[in-house]
């Protein structure tokens, strides 16, 4: 591969510190909001709520996903899901190796684990930084796949420890009694 020598400047990679080198504008593009977000799930029927914080989530077969507004200008957006079934700290191994091997594999989401009050965490990310703006088929595509891909992480976690998928029936359908 070539390296471009911008010898007028005698600057080896002009193009990168060359503010006018930078394209208009672009256009159509409209910046990410928490209204914008909603009016993508309403489209798409989608059931969800907004907690105490003002991040806006839901319940995805039994998942919960949040999408949020990250960064300085809130302007990178990501969907995060966290894999609902319990699970105990002595599996930790196993599901960092099946998260590692996603992570290898996959482009996105991006997986990871951790231990919280001696279970298991097992998360799913999709970030994007949207700083110049969006279309609305962007943000829909985005949603769309950060849940998506993440159901599809969390459907392998679901094939690889059963025990822990009827633990969490077991305990859906308790909570459901006691309604």
């Known amino acids: 591969m070539a390296v471009h020598d911008d010898e007028e400047d005698g600057d080896l990679m ?14 159509g593009l409209a910046p990410l909001s928490d209204a914008r977000i909603k ?3 309403d489209a798409r029927g989608y059931n969800y709520g907004v907690d105490g914080d003002g991040d806006i989530g839901g319940i995805w077969d039994d998942h919960l996903f949040y999408f949020l507004r990250i960064g300085s200008e809130q302007e990178h957006l990501q969907v995060r899901g ?10 930790y ?3 960092l190796e099946l998260a590692n091997e996603w992570n290898i594999n996959k482009l996105f989401p991006k997986t990871y684990v951790r231990v919280e009050d001696g279970d298991l965490g097992v998360y799913a990310e999709h970030t994007v930084d949207y700083e ?8 829909d595509q985005h949603l769309a796949c ?9 459907g392998l976690l679901d094939e ?4 822990a998928v009827e633990q969490f029936r077991a305990m859906d359908a308790a909570r459901r009694e006691q309604e």
């Open 14 to 27: 002009g193009f990168f510190n060359k503010p006018d080198a930078l394209p208009a504008e672009p256009s």
């Open 39 to 41: 009016a993508v799930l």
């Open 82 to 91: 966290r894999w609902s079934r319990p699970l105990s700290a002595a599996h």
């Open 93 to 95: 191994t196993a599901v």
């Open 132 to 139: 110049p703006g969006l279309t609305d088929e962007q943000l």
């Open 146 to 154: 950060g849940v998506s891909t993440a159901l599809s992480f969390f």
């Open 160 to 163: 690889r420890f059963p025990e």
